[in-house]
């Protein structure tokens, strides 16, 4: 059953998006609750798991991984033009949501521009939430390391240093690859106690070896 203790009125503009998406009035209402205090997407998911929202291990699995991160991004675009009505911007980051007044001569729509429009029009389309399943979640992170360290294919050595973070050597395939870095990612995640930093550099490694395919 979908969640609507604390929803405002503003959210049954969309009805649909209510009953498809549990978290929509919850975040809401830790938004509301936080003000103009910049909130994390960790710490949104924190607050709805001390709501029993969301499992409380949903980071042990990439799939449910994505889900929530979805869901929660999914609520945070449809919020935007919500709170625009009541005179709040919404500045939507994993790092930092916030919302804030608007300021003289700013639009809904110019905010909206601000950001990544590919960004939004993915976390608004319910197919990608629906097509996702374990092996491409783990290739979609996989693509942002690749974008975010294009180059051509590693020499022998910055391969070995790569293979080493993943407690890997040559000869392997690439399937062993990827096997061996989803469980790192998983056992290392901050939820589950892990090293952020250690995540970091799995990441990294990750996006060295995928370099050139």
Do not use: C
């Amino acid at each position: 059953m979908p969640y609507t203790e604390g929803m405002s009125e503003e959210s049954s503009y969309w009805p649909e998006e209510a009953e498809r998406n549990p978290l929509l009035g919850p975040v809401q209402s830790l938004l509301e609750r936080a003000g103009e205090t910049p909130q994390s997407e960790f710490t949104l998911i924190q607050g709805l798991k001390a709501r029993g929202l969301v499992p409380r291990d949903y980071s042990f699995h990439p799939l449910t991984l994505f889900r929530v991160h979805f869901q929660v991004f999914n609520a945070l675009y449809r919020l935007q033009p919500i709170m625009a009505e009541q005179g709040w911007a919404l500045v939507i980051s994993p790092l930092a949501t916030y919302r804030r007044p608007f300021r003289e001569g700013e639009s809904a729509r110019a905010l909206a521009e601000q950001g990544d429009s590919a960004l939004r029009d993915f976390y608004l389309d319910w197919s990608q939430y629906d097509a996702a399943t374990e092996d491409t979640v783990i290739e979609l992170l996989a693509g942002f390391w690749r974008k975010m360290e294009r180059g051509t294919a590693p020499d022998a050595q910055e391969r070995a240093r790569a293979l080493a973070e993943l407690d890997l050597e040559d000869p392997v395939a690439p399937e062993q690859i990827k096997r061996r870095y989803r469980r790192l990612a998983m056992d290392h995640h901050p939820d589950r106690g892990g090293s952020q930093a250690r995540l970091q550099r799995i990441n990294a490694a990750m996006a060295i070896l995928e370099r050139g395919q």
